[in-house]
């Protein structure tokens, strides 16, 4: 048996439908639009603010959508990290979460080395 011969029957559409979509089927009042809808725009949380292990606050450049570039020491090694912050809901803090990697100071510097090449490649 197959279903390609059959038509699917359409249903009328009536006024009692229950899903009947959105009540406010107009368009949208004027001013309703963000008035600058750039992804990448510095983000409205609060700067994810961290102390090195020596107790002074740690270098941080914002990406844009919660993406942080830090140098951290960590176990006496210093480390170029990008990774991407959540705000904690019961706290409102902002903290780093598991999406990210560091880099230690010789992959650091390869990448750097070779950001041309990858530019290249970019559309």
Not at 11 to 22: Q, T
Not at 54 to 72: A, F, I, M
Not at 92 to 108: A, D, F, W
């Amino acid at each position: 048996m197959s279903h390609r011969g059959k038509k699917k029957e359409k249903r009328p559409l009536s006024s009692d439908d229950s899903d009947s979509g959105p009540e406010d089927r107009g368009p949208a009042p004027k001013g309703s639009k963000k008035a600058d809808s750039n992804p990448y725009k510095k983000a409205e949380t609060s700067k994810p603010v961290s102390k090195g292990s020596r107790g002074e606050e740690e270098p941080s450049w914002d990406l844009g959508k919660n993406k942080w570039v830090k140098v951290r020491e960590f176990k006496g090694q210093t480390y170029i990290d990008i990774r991407e912050y959540y705000v904690d809901k019961e706290t409102m803090e902002t903290k780093p979460g598991k999406k990210g990697i560091s880099l230690n100071c010789q992959q650091y510097q390869k990448l750097k080395s070779i950001i041309d090449e990858i530019d290249h490649e970019l559309p």
